[in-house]
Structures are given as structure tokens and as C-alpha cells.
């Protein structure tokens, strides 16, 4: 239940809406006084959640940086948390804007950095069809040359939770001990090391796919940008998770 009502009200975290929903009640306000106000609070939000200046001080804030100060030289495990595939209307996977999460682990195996990894993640969509994300990037790490001797495939997982607590049993069953990698991209990395710390996981982070408050600030920060709006509905996303991960 909690899975299905969270997907509903997701789109009550889009700052267009807000927007939307504020130029809409200045537009059937029949008194000037309150149709001015309604459309001046339209036009500071849209200004606000457009400028990258905003987004990007939100972002540094949220951002973990990669806890390397303690590390092991060689992990036993690099886990990465599925959400960097998706499908095209034929059902075939494909790389999608998040693929970072894959190519640090991929590096990270591949560099010796750690001797397995994990893929976890299937199908997060409402309704779900057959696709199995974690199932596809196998095939894509066969395609790599990975053995499957390496490799640990959790494609059951629906959310964050899910991918720690189905992840756990295959890790213990491995015989592959902690601390682990925990790869998931930046903006994600916060809620998914609070998850899986709760679950009772030694896990170091490397958060990669920076997507925000990682550059200078600099004028042009200032100038409007569509882009930013889309920011503004992931950390908001992320930041309302957290809260309710957290009291779960």
C-alpha cells in the first residue's frame, strides 16, 4: 500500500504544478487585490525554482561527499542501486540518464577496486510488465565480459528499502563480508545510505551522476532555465523521501 500511495502523490511534488495551480486561481480571482497577489506569488515561484542559483545551493547542501578516509584498500563488493535503465515502447532496455551508477561500478570491478558487484533493482514502475532491470544489466555485463562468478543479481527490489533489505541475504549467502560499496547517484546517495545503515549495512559512499551545486556559482546562475524545474522535482523527491523513510 505504502509503494502504490507514494506513486500517486508523487505528482504533488512538481513545482510546475504549484505554479499552475497559483497562476489558475489569480486567473478566477474577481478581486484585483487577490488576483495581483495570487500572480505575483505565481511569477516569485516559477522565478525561484528556474534559477539554477537556488537549486544548486540546495543540492551542495544535500550532496554526501564520498566517505574515503576509512576505506579499505579492496572492497569485497561494489552495490549499485538499479534506476540508470530503462524501456523503449518496443520493451527493450536502454542506458537512461543515471547510467554513471553502472559505469562507476563497472570501473570499480574492472580497476580492482572491488573483487564483486551487485546490481540491485527490478521493476519500479506502478504497473510493472516484465521487464526486471537488474536481469537486463546482465546481460549488459555479459556484454562486457564480467563472469558471473562476480556478479550478483537482486532483481526483485521495487524501492530503495526493497534493495537493501533483499540485498542483504544474497550478500551473507556469498560469503562476501563489509564494509561495502554503495554506488547511487548523488542526489540519491543521502536517503540510500540512511537505508541501508538502518538495515545494518557497513557501506561506504561514492555517489556519482553529479547533477547539481558541484560547479562555481556565477551570473548566468541567476538567468532562468528550464532544466532547474526538473532539478527541483528530483531533491524534492529525495528530500520528502527521506523524511518518511526516516520516521518509517
Not at 522565478?47 to 539554477?52: E, L
Not at 547510467?99 to 551487485?118: E, N, Y
Not at 542526489?187 to 537505508?195: C, D, E, K, Y
Request: include cysteine.
Amino acid at each position: 500500500m505504502y509503494f502504490i500511495l507514494s506513486k500517486i502523490l508523487l505528482f504533488l511534488l512538481f513545482p510546475l504544478l504549484w505554479v499552475f495551480a497559483l497562476f489558475l486561481i489569480a486567473l478566477l480571482s474577481k478581486n484585483p487585490k487577490r488576483k495581483k497577489r495570487f500572480f505575483i506569488f505565481a511569477l516569485v515561484m516559477l522565478y525561484f525554482f528556474s534559477a539554477p542559483f537556488f537549486l544548486n545551493q540546495v543540492a551542495n547542501w544535500w550532496s554526501i561527499k564520498p566517505g574515503r578516509a576509512n576505506e579499505p584498500k579492496v572492497y569485497s563488493c561494489a552495490i549499485v542501486l538499479g534506476g540508470f535503465s530503462s524501456i523503449d515502447r518496443d520493451k527493450v532496455g536502454y542506458f537512461n540518464g543515471s547510467a554513471d551508477r553502472f559505469i562507476q561500478g563497472l570501473k570499480a570491478l574492472s580497476t580492482g577496486k572491488a573483487t564483486h558487484i551487485m546490481i540491485t533493482g527490478g521493476n519500479g514502475s506502478l504497473f510493472p510488465g516484465d521487464f526486471s532491470e537488474a536481469s537486463w544489466v546482465k546481460t549488459q555485463l555479459s556484454a562486457f565480459k564480467v563472469p558471473d562468478s562476480l556478479t550478483l543479481i537482486e532483481s526483485s527490489s521495487r524501492n530503495t528499502i526493497e534493495n537493501a533489505v533483499f540485498s542483504k541475504p544474497m550478500l551473507q549467502k556469498a560469503g562476501l563480508k563489509p564494509p561495502y560499496m554503495l554506488i547511487t547517484s548523488d542526489f540519491h546517495m543521502r536517503r540510500s545510505l540512511m537505508i541501508f545503515q538502518k538495515e545494518g549495512y557497513d557501506v561506504v559512499p561514492y555517489p556519482c551522476n553529479l547533477m547539481a551545486g558541484h560547479n562555481d556559482n556565477s551570473l548566468t546562475d541567476f538567468i532562468p532555465d528550464g532544466g532547474s524545474i526538473g532539478g527541483w522535482e528530483i531533491y524534492l523527491k529525495e528530500i520528502v523521501g527521506y523524511v518518511v523513510d526516516k520516521w518509517k
